[in-house]
C-alpha cells in the first residue's frame, strides 16, 4: 500500500521558519512529480510548490515565491519544503502529492499555524 507520511508542521511566529517532510514508501519515487499543496480553513486546496521527477525542476505559487523552497531526495524518498518568512495567511493543512501520468497519491497533511 502506497503511503505518503507528512510530518514537520506546528505552530511559528510570523516572520519565522518551519521545514516540512514527506517521506513516501511503496512506489518508485524517484519517478513520480512532487508537490506540496495547503488548503486553510473555508479555502480550496491550492497548489504551493512542484518539482519535477528525475531533474527536480522547481515551480511555485506566486504567494509564496522567495520565500519557499522545495527540494527532493530520492535516496531517502522524501520531499521538504523549506518556509521562512511565514505570515498568518500561510496557516494551513499542508499535504504532498505524489504523481506520474494519472496515478495521484496523497499525504494526510500536516497542520501550519503562523501566530503571535
Known amino acids: 500500500q502506497v503511503q505518503l507520511v507528512e510530518s514537520g508542521g506546528g505552530l511559528v511566529q510570523p516572520g519565522g521558519s518551519l521545514k516540512l517532510s514527506c517521506t513516501a514508501s511503496?512506489?518508485?519515487?524517484?519517478?513520480?512529480?512532487m508537490s506540496w499543496y495547503r488548503q486553510a480553513a473555508g479555502k480550496e486546496r491550492e497548489l504551493v510548490a512542484d518539482?519535477?521527477?528525475?531533474?527536480?525542476?522547481?515551480s511555485y505559487a506566486d504567494s509564496v515565491k522567495g520565500r519557499f523552497t522545495i527540494s527532493r531526495d530520492n535516496v531517502k524518498n522524501t520531499v521538504y519544503l523549506q518556509m521562512n518568512s511565514l505570515k498568518p495567511e500561510d496557516t494551513a493543512v499542508y499535504y504532498c502529492?505524489?504523481?506520474?501520468?494519472?496515478?495521484?497519491?496523497w499525504g494526510q497533511g500536516t497542520q501550519v499555524s503562523v501566530s503571535s
Open positions: 518539482i519535477s521527477s528525475f531533474r527536480g525542476v522547481t
Open positions: 502529492k505524489a504523481r506520474r501520468y494519472t496515478a495521484e497519491y
Open positions: 511503496r512506489f518508485t519515487f524517484s519517478s513520480y512529480a
